[in-house]
């Protein structure tokens, strides 16, 4: 059964770190591009980071590729978004993502609010 599970959100203050992870099974997780979305209340959800199978990587939003990095570990079959230097913008509830073709896999979310 496929699975996509988030971990490692929470509360943190301004400026805070947070590293979030996702653990997928029940596919064929190397050859999937993978990428982690937001949503914050009252607003579509958006791309934060997209990485490839081969492992090419980046931030999309200008305003998070000096904050934010994408990795993946196709071993452990583990995704993660390290966030530094968090604003109270960037609160959402943050989604993992895997892709192939037409195929698209969804995680549950994990909160994230940035609040002092």
């Known amino acids: 059964q496929v699975q996509l599970v988030e971990s490692g959100g929470g509360l943190v203050q301004p400026g805070g770190s947070l590293r979030l992870s996702c653990k997928a099974s029940?596919?064929?997780?190397?050859?999937?591009?993978m990428s982690w979305y937001r949503q914050a209340p009252g607003k579509e959800r958006e791309l934060v980071a997209p990485?490839?199978?081969?492992?090419?990587?980046?931030t999309y939003s200008d305003s998070m590729k000096a904050r934010f990095t994408i990795s993946r570990d196709n071993a452990k079959k583990m995704v993660y978004l390290q966030m530094n230097s968090l604003k109270p913008e960037d609160t959402a509830v943050y989604y993992c993502?895997?892709?192939?073709?037409?195929?698209?896999?969804w995680g549950q979310g994990t909160q994230v609010t940035v609040s002092s």
């Open positions: 993502n895997a892709a192939s073709g037409r195929i698209t896999y």
């Open positions: 029940g596919f064929t997780f190397s050859t999937y591009a």
């Open positions: 990485i490839t199978s081969a492992g090419g990587s980046t």
